[in-house]
């Protein structure tokens, strides 16, 4: 059980090198081969050992798409949504985003799983706006103790010159809780720039 565990686990972490886009893209071929006439892709957690391993064949094999055509289908999807940063400048997109995330980081919370985070997130997708989390980890302090989580993350859009571009976007919780547990208590700061 522990073994077959591991195996998954391995494979996952290889499938998540992999960019996000293309992953949904072999994850919905895995879907659409079991022969199923309505199909939804489930989350990555939900395959089995098979399927992982089915999924991971077919971005191994890179089915032909170059880099270039990546970025292209990539573009089209993004113009092809309601993504509310289209065709604004940089600057102009950096405001509409920090405008949304400004609203969670005021306050302080008290949760265990991370509650505010998830809830600029949702935020985030009700805008409308096309985005990847890139990156969270823990801070820790001189006794080794979490004092801060920090999460990355990119948003897409094709600005006024029609070319696709990224701001990159950072949250930060920072702990205001005791000295034994930090995190218990605290604040957020998120921004894009």
């Known amino acids: 059980m522990a073994r077959a565990w591991l ?3 391995e494979i996952r972490n290889r499938i998540m090198r992999y ?3 293309l992953v949904e893209s072999a994850m919905a071929e895995v879907e659409a081969d079991d022969e199923q006439e309505v199909f939804e892709v489930r989350d990555i957690d939900e395959y089995d ?4 391993q089915r999924v991971l064949d077919i971005l191994r094999a890179g089915r032909g798409e ?3 055509a990546s970025m292209l289908r990539l573009a089209k999807a993004i113009l092809a949504k309601e993504n509310p940063l289209n065709g604004m400048s940089r600057s102009r997109a950096s405001r509409f985003v920090n405008k949304v995330l400004s609203k969670h980081t005021k306050g302080f919370f008290r949760d265990t799983a991370w509650q505010a985070v998830h809830r600029v997130w949702k935020d985030m997708d009700d805008a409308g706006l096309e985005w ?3 990156d969270n980890y823990y801070t820790e302090n001189e006794e ?14 094709l600005n006024n010159r029609e070319r696709l571009t990224k701001l990159s976007g950072v949250i930060i919780a ?3 809780g005791s000295v034994e547990d930090p995190l218990d208590r605290y604040d957020l700061v998120a921004y894009v720039s």
């Open 7 to 9: 195996k998954e686990m």
């Open 174 to 176: 920072s702990g205001a």
């Open 19 to 21: 960019p996000m886009h």
């Open 144 to 157: 080794g103790i979490a004092a801060s989580k920090t999460w990355k993350f990119e948003v897409e859009f």
């Open 66 to 68: 170059s880099v270039a």
């Open 132 to 134: 990847n989390l890139t």
């Open 49 to 52: 050992e098979d399927e992982l």
